[in-house]
């Protein structure tokens, strides 16, 4: 008996082992994770005794300030419902999320640039106050664009950037709420089918369709030789690959410039294109738009989804196997491939940015309490995606989209708008996913825009009009 | 000569007794009063009580089970006394029962071996324990688990001390019947068998085991007696085909639990993914694991880790009891806490030396399913809290709050200390009978 007993023994000790790898995994390796953890509440609570910093608008408007209940700060939101998923909440029971997550030791102070402040407000015996964040968020602009998705009653996102700087001028998420009700409301926020908690605009993957066309049109134009004004046979106006049909939403037999491809938004052209270019190609320039990539926005990573081919709910690395179908399907915007607003919204600003994607940033400057900038966000560079000249010609295409085409929607008397839609197809007896990403003024661009709806109107418009009014509205028209 | 020792064992436990209290105390002034260092005092009475008790009744008893256990409680109820001082209150008393009883079996039940006698009487008792809170268990704490029973104003959970009674039962059984479940009359499936009709009690056991799992609906108490039996029936025999069995069978009904009860299929779903439902299923666990990472190296010190919300309830339900680990983990780092895990696994290899030293079967066997008892149980707790496994709730033995899990383990802890005093009585006879020996050899050896 003795020789099963010790090794009982044995197996006991290396259960103990086990116990203590697990510990130290937890308590060493884990823990800044768990520390990380929106869920986690305890730097919270340890911080409500912190005057916490000021969330502010462009406009110097406040989107966050405090409450003081018993020597606790208690956060609240003047604009309650304008932005919720951006300002994120600071509380007590749920953690935090947005930038009181991201911005959390500007807010409170304990970033190194505030540090010295503090460190004499502790020898004063005053109460230890956090830096002011002041947001890039244009009030008018994401009232604008929220309006626009609550008009229509609709699902969505907006994500509007300042074409040069990749600044936030308004990023909207609806369903919104308001964070007032936050405590109210909590069951209620979680359980709904809407799930207004969600940043759309950051964590929505939704299927760009013929949005998608801008990237396959870059790699035509720099990589396959094409011409806008360049003739392609489109056949019957059907194209069957390896017995699959694409078909179109509407008939266009005959030959078709790419230009007018573009801007009727042709599948079967589009398709063709996509098998001459092949799946490198298209893949290599859905790299340089950025997708496979986490957009370096300073929000929390957690809440911040990478376009690009999703392949059972994993996404896929460029060069996955796929076959003549899947790359035609590609090239059209179908075939699993999962977008967020704000990836569609950063095309569209390098696009209209001579071919240079911006770092899309939301805080412009952190200001102490006497409005001494401590830290001014300089833009810069995210990646060059295409040629000035694809640029410029992707410009007149777009152009001609909105004028002439699809993008109808979208047409100012008084600017001139570029775009490309997207009608993407979800099935499930759901109507469509709209799209309208593009910029204004098409010679100038200042502002560049992603507008999509969920569950649209069958003809795929819903997005157009919200487009052009939040254009708009960034220009001060 | 073993009394001396852990006289020697004590005094660094009395100091880190001291010094807990100490910091509670410091850590939270404000809130609770010089008075509670008491607790101290109380501690200090025990050990010498304790040590005492043992000079005159169990002189040779193992030197090391009472600072280990003693070192645990008092951490246990340091850990209960900064949560709450009003529940530490009800735990000295429970600990001064459990003293009680831990006298009264070392001084009453010396000759622990007649409970050989009594084993089906002891087993059934075990079993009839378990199906009155089968029946008439009431659900205390609202987690859908029936485990404890009113009787007059006292609330008891009888499982604690089914256990026990079961181990013995185990211990007389396995031991008369070892041979013959050594040997192979038949195969089932390829696989050697002992004779069936041996194999009768044992599968009494195992249906009993799984009995609580579908009918109390309680994962930790049926997974422990399970692991108990199998531990002993491979002690007894030696041989793995049985734990292999048994390991099939469980996975058998773990599934079908899987499957068919809710609360294990949740219990694994928040074990994958705890952060799904975060904030409602759960929450616990996510807040466990919050408490254990922001302990670190060294942790946030005693009476300083954020374990009470703003309005001075736990974060963390069922702190004090179940999770009371994670509480030690935060406030004492992974220091602390994998002193704590060391102490246990001290404990265990105490519990299984005296079993490899003891001289009979039944002493053999007994020692190691307590011992064994004491290890599943640390570990199905500790590894669910940090979710290593998934969670099922049972009490950390010896440091949790509860009364019938504090009484039934000093019970359990009667029986090793009674155990090792027997053996090492019978050593030093024999080493005394030598030594009178000796000197006559040695002298007429020895030119003069």
Redesign the interface.
């Known amino acids: ?9 044995l197996v ?2 290396a ?2 082992a ?3 790898a ?3 995994y ?3 390796i ?2 800044g ?3 990380e ?1 929106p ?4 730097k919270v ?2 911080q409500m005794h912190i005057d916490r910093g000021l969330i502010l608008a462009s406009d110097n408007s406040e989107l966050a300030k405090n409450r003081k209940v018993g020597g ?1 700060y208690y956060r609240t939101y003047p604009q309650g419902d304008l932005a919720p998923q951006v300002i994120g909440y600071n509380d ?3 953690g935090q999320t947005g930038l009181e997550h991201s911005e959390n030791d500007y807010l409170t102070g304990t970033a190194d640039e505030v540090e010295l402040t503090n460190f004499f407000d502790n020898l004063l015996g005053r109460p230890q106050t956090g830096a002011n964040i002041k947001t890039t968020i244009n009030p008018k602009v994401q009232r604008t664009a929220l309006s626009g998705l609550q008009k229509i009653g609709k699902s969505g996102a907006v994500v509007v950037l300042d074409v040069h700087t990749g600044a936030v001028l308004a990023m909207v998420s609806n369903p919104t709420y308001d964070l007032n009700d936050l405590d109210a409301d ?1 069951v209620q926020l ?1 359980k709904a089918q809407s799930a207004p908690l969600l940043n759309r605009a950051t964590e929505g993957l939704y299927t760009p369709g013929s949005s998608f066309k801008l990237i396959t049109t870059a790699a035509a134009l720099e990589t396959g030789g094409f011409t806008p004004d360049e003739k392609i046979d489109n056949g019957n106006g059907t194209l069957d690959v390896n017995g699959n049909v694409v078909h179109n939403w509407k008939d266009f037999p005959g030959d078709y410039s790419f230009s007018e491809a573009f801007s009727e938004s042709i599948n079967t052209v589009f398709a063709q294109i996509g098998l001459k270019l092949g799946q490198q190609k298209l893949e290599e320039y859905q790299q340089k738009f950025g997708l496979y990539q986490k957009p370096p926005i300073d929000l929390p990573p957690g809440e911040v989804d990478t376009s690009g081919r999703y392949v059972n709910g994993a996404l896929a690395a460029p060069g996955s196997d796929m076959n003549q179908v899947q790359v035609a399907w590609m090239a059209i915007g179908q075939e699993d491939l999962q977008v967020t607003p704000l990836q569609m919204a950063l095309i569209a600003q390098a696009i209209g940015n001579g071919g240079v994607m911006m770092k899309p940033y939301l805080v412009d400057q952190v200001l102490d309490r006497n409005s001494t900038v401590i830290k001014q966000t300089q833009p810069s560079e995210w990646m060059r995606s295409i040629r000035p000249e694809t640029a410029t010609t992707m410009t007149g295409m777009m152009v001609d989209v909105v004028n002439n085409g699809t993008g109808f929607g979208a047409r100012s008397s008084r600017v001139q708008i570029a775009g490309k839609t997207g009608t993407a197809e979800v099935g499930g007896g759901k109507g469509p996913t709209a799209w309208f990403v593009g910029f204004a003024p098409a010679d100038n661009p200042q502002v560049a825009v992603a507008v999509v709806v969920s569950n649209a109107d069958e003809s795929g418009h819903d997005s157009s009009p919200i487009a052009h009014d939040v254009l708009l509205s960034a220009l001060g028209y | 000569m073993e009394r001396r020792r852990e006289a020697v064992n004590f005094i660094p436990v009395v100091l880190l007794t001291a010094v807990g209290f100490a910091s509670v105390y410091a850590a939270r002034s404000s809130q609770i009063s010089a008075g509670s260092l008491g607790y101290g005092l109380l501690f200090l009475g025990i050990f010498v009580a304790v040590h005492a008790i043992l000079r005159i009744a169990a002189p040779h008893a193992d030197p090391y089970l009472m600072p280990i256990t003693g070192l645990l409680a008092a951490m246990g109820i340091m850990m209960i006394y900064r949560i709450d001082p009003s529940l530490a209150a009800a735990q000295a008393t429970w600990l001064l029962v459990g003293v009680g009883l831990f006298t009264a079996i070392i001084i009453f039940l010396r000759n622990y071996r007649k409970l050989d006698d009594y084993i089906y009487l002891l087993g059934i008792i075990g079993i009839l324990l378990l199906v009155v809170t089968i029946v008439a268990g009431t659900d205390l704490n609202g987690s859908g688990v029936r485990l404890w029973l009113k009787i007059g104003g006292i609330v008891i959970q009888p499982g604690e001390f089914s256990k026990v009674l079961i181990t013995i039962f185990l211990a007389g059984y396995l031991h008369t019947k ?1 041979e013959l479940l050594s040997t192979t009359t038949w195969r089932f499936a390829g696989v050697p068998m002992p004779p069936l009709k041996h194999l009768g009690p044992l599968l009494t056991v195992w249906g009993v085991s799984f009995g609580m799992l579908l009918l109390m609906n309680d994962l930790g108490p049926s997974l422990l007696l399970f692991g108990i039996f199998l ?1 002993m029936v ?5 041989r793995v085909t049985y734990p292999a069995i048994g390991v099939v069978l469980i996975t058998a009904a773990g599934t079908f639990a899987y499957f068919t009860k809710a609360i294990v299929h949740l219990r694994v779903d928040l074990w994958l993914n705890p ?1 799904t439902d ?3 299923k759960g929450y616990q666990l ?1 807040q466990s ?9 060294f942790g946030t010190g005693l009476g300083k880790g ?1 374990l009470l ?2 309005n001075g309830n736990p ?1 963390i339900p069922a702190l004090h009891t179940d999770f009371i680990f994670s509480a030690i ?1 935060e406030e004492l ?2 220091v602390g ?2 002193g704590l ?2 102490l ?2 001290l404990l ?2 105490r519990g ?1 030396k005296i ?2 030293d003891a001289d009979d ?1 039944f002493s ?2 007994l020692a ?1 399913g307590i ?2 008892g004491f ?2 149980q ?2 199905f707790i ?2 669910g809290v ?3 496994i998934p969670l099922t709730g049972i009490t950390l033995p010896f440091v949790s709050y509860g009364g019938s899990s504090i009484v039934s383990n000093f019970a359990s802890l009667a029986l090793l200390v009674l155990i090792s005093n027997r053996t090492n009585s019978q050593r030093a006879r024999t080493a005394r009978e030598a030594r009178l020996a000796a000197p006559a050899t040695a002298a007429a050896g020895r030119p003069s």
């Not at chain 1, 869920?39 to 305890?42: A, E, F, G, L, P």
């Not at chain 2, 491979?234 to 030696?238: F, S």
């Not at chain 2, 694991?289 to 190296?297: K, R, V």
């Open positions: 008996m003795n020789r099963s007993i010790r090794r009982l023994f006991t000790t259960l103990f086990a116990l203590l697990m510990l130290a937890q308590q060493m884990n823990a994770a768990l520390a953890n869920h986690n509440t305890r609570y340890e606790f007590i029971n749920y909590w979680n | 070892r531990g491979y002690a007894a025999t030696g952060w975060a904030t409602n996510a694991l919050f408490a254990i990472g922001d302990g670190g190296l954020y919300a703003p974060i983990a780092g992974l806490a994998s895990i060391i246990f696994l265990s290899y299984f079993a490899v079967g053999k066997l190691a011992s064994i290890a599943l640390t570990f500790i590894g940090m979710k290593l």
